[in-house]
């Protein structure tokens, strides 16, 4: 059986997944978690040894459990790999990594954001990159750690991604793949290719940025030293992969015009397939994202919120402590039974309203001070209201994006959910409502590792395309129709949550 192996890095750990090239079922797969870290207030960083160690054993997981189905590491005709994105690890002249990786959620650098854009000039950076500078970005990061850590900047040579430096520890190439490239503020999302404006404008020698390769082009092998210690076979092609929701797009067929993908995982996206490099030019400054796709020569319009899975997961530690665990002796998902116990409150959770800006916000406000809250809480609100307000919250965040990305005049005929918020049928039917559109799901479970395989199978001549591995391999599995007669409570709801960011603003949204 010739298989495809896809690997996602993660925020909370590594998943490897072996898939079946014919018809994409899964044969087996692993998760291996790592720690997220919070040295102060705004900040997150992981160490990519913890990364390293997490993505050998789950791969090893994997072939194990695939050989036992009869599935051998001479099967696995490619290696694709997807990630988070906007992490910055810088290696030295020996490779070695020089500090622990500053990830997407980490909010230190607004000093530098506004540096940028003055440096740069705010029109000038959005056509050199398509995008503004923010606090999420790489390119900010790197500039923090060059003002604030001198001499760990000093012997950088190399700047990676995380999923990037996965493939470096895998093949020995240094490369940086180009959907997730688009999200460093340092490429010129038009053409494919590193900003000389840019790095030149903000003095970053351009020897620290690695070679740009496309998504479903073999960019390397598996190296001997990593088949003894995967148990993968040496000289297995390994494809350029993708940014996280590039892959998670891919995964789940959004691969054409019309199509769009929710996802719902620790940021919850609005992603729209897109033909052009379309910028958003309703205000000075972009709503949503513009970045290159997995897909070649085509882009996506995306918004993000940051705090979607996370605002649920904060819920489930803190409130939902009897749910959590109750996970724990039995294995009944905690979320579910959080999300079941939402169900018996009305739309609208009766006038109570959840901000979900627990770290910050990108799309619309671009507000890394951005800060969380009930609003609307009495005395009548129990605890079924402050879950169902989380979940509401969310889906208003999503139509936010959703909102934006329908304004710059993309005809959008189907959105795919993925992510573990859209396993919820609750949250699933909440998202409908609130957009007032159909939600389907499809058989890619395992959304970005079954997209980076997809695209190992491009780059490994198992497809002849990416549209091709997606018509064979992916298909429909539900449908979440919207209940139009709850349409009225949430229009009035959603112009609620609208007013609040901007009246709260003035007293929340600072420094801590």
């Given at each position: 059986m010739q298989s495809l192996l896809g690997i996602d890095l993660g925020t909370t750990g590594v998943k490897a997944a072996l898939f079946a090239a014919e018809d994409g079922h899964v044969i087996a797969d692993a998760f291996v978690d790592y720690e997220l870290y919070h040295p102060h207030p705004g900040w997150a960083e992981q160490q990519p040894a913890?990364?390293?160690?997490?993505?050998?054993?789950?791969?090893?997981?994997?072939?194990?459990?695939?050989?036992?189905?009869?599935?051998?590491?001479?099967?696995?005709?490619?290696?694709?790999?997807?990630?988070?994105?906007?992490?910055?690890?810088?290696?030295?002249?020996?490779?070695?990594?020089?500090?622990?990786?500053?990830?997407?959620?980490?909010?230190?650098?607004?000093?530098?954001?506004?540096?940028?854009?003055?440096?740069?000039?705010?029109?000038?950076?959005?056509?050199?990159?398509?995008?503004?500078?923010?606090?999420?970005?790489?390119?900010?990061k790197l500039l923090w750690i060059r003002d604030n850590e001198p001499e760990i900047f000093a012997r950088a040579q190399t700047m990676l991604l995380p999923k990037d430096y996965i493939r470096y520890r895998l093949t020995g190439v240094l490369a940086m793949e180009i959907s997730d490239a688009a999200g460093t503020c340092l490429l010129d999302v038009k053409h494919g290719q590193w900003s000389q404006e840019v790095l030149t404008a903000l003095e970053l020698n351009p020897s620290l940025l690695p070679p740009v390769v496309p998504a479903a082009t073999a960019s390397g092998t598996i190296t001997a030293e990593v088949a003894d210690l995967t148990g993968l076979r040496q000289g297995t092609p390994v494809a350029g992969g993708g940014a996280d929701n590039a892959c998670g797009a891919v995964g789940n067929g959004v691969v054409e015009p019309g199509l769009a993908l929710v996802s719902i995982g620790t940021s919850g996206i609005v992603l729209a397939h897109a033909q052009s490099p379309q910028v958003d030019a309703s205000g000075p400054v972009p709503r949503v994202h513009t970045f290159n796709h997995a897909v070649p020569n085509a882009w996506y319009l995306m918004g993000v919120t940051q705090g979607a899975g996370l605002s649920f997961h904060w819920l489930r530690d803190n409130i939902g402590l009897p749910e959590h665990a109750l996970e724990r002796w039995t294995g009944i998902d905690s979320y579910e039974l959080l999300a079941r116990e939402a169900a018996g409150v009305s739309a609208g959770s009766d006038g109570l309203v959840f901000l979900p800006y627990l770290q910050g916000e990108r799309t619309p406000h671009l507000d890394a001070y951005a800060r969380g809250g009930w609003i609307g809480l009495t005395a009548s609100h129990d605890r079924r209201h402050l879950i169902r307000s989380v979940l509401e919250g969310v889906a208003f965040s999503l139509?936010?994006?959703?909102?934006?990305?329908?304004?710059?005049?993309?005809?959008?005929?189907?959105?795919?959910?993925?992510?573990?918020?859209?396993?919820?049928?609750?949250?699933?039917?909440?998202?409908?409502?609130?957009?007032?559109?159909?939600?389907?799901?499809?058989?890619?479970?395992?959304?970005?590792?079954?997209?980076?395989?997809?695209?190992?199978?491009?780059a490994g001549g198992v497809y002849a395309s990416v549209q091709e591995a997606c018509?064979?391999?992916?298909?429909?599995?539900?449908?979440?129709?919207?209940?139009?007669?709850?349409?009225?409570?949430?229009?009035?709801?959603?112009?609620?949550?609208?007013?609040?960011?901007?009246?709260?603003?003035?007293?929340?949204?600072?420094?801590?």
């Open positions: 913890e990364w390293w160690q997490a993505t050998i054993s789950a791969i090893r997981s994997c072939l194990i459990e695939g050989a036992r189905l009869g599935v051998s590491a001479e099967d696995v005709r490619g290696l694709g790999l997807s990630g988070q994105m906007h992490g910055v690890v810088l290696l030295d002249s020996n490779q070695q990594v020089l500090r622990p990786c500053i990830i997407w959620a980490d909010q230190r650098s607004d000093a530098q954001c506004k540096w940028i854009t003055e440096k740069v000039g705010a029109s000038k950076l959005i056509d050199y990159v398509s995008n503004p500078a923010l606090t999420g970005f790489s390119a900010p139509k936010d994006c959703y909102s934006i990305i329908r304004e710059q005049g993309l005809e959008l005929n189907q959105l795919r959910a993925t992510g573990g918020g859209a396993k919820s049928p609750i949250w699933r039917q909440i998202i409908a409502d609130v957009l007032g559109v159909e939600l389907v799901t499809t058989n890619a479970s395992e959304g970005p590792a079954f997209g980076a395989a997809l695209l190992a199978g491009v018509a064979q391999t992916v298909k429909i599995v539900s449908r979440t129709e919207p209940n139009t007669a709850l349409a009225p409570v949430y229009e009035q709801t959603y112009e609620v949550y609208k007013a609040l960011y901007p009246a709260l603003k003035p007293i929340i949204s600072r420094p801590l």
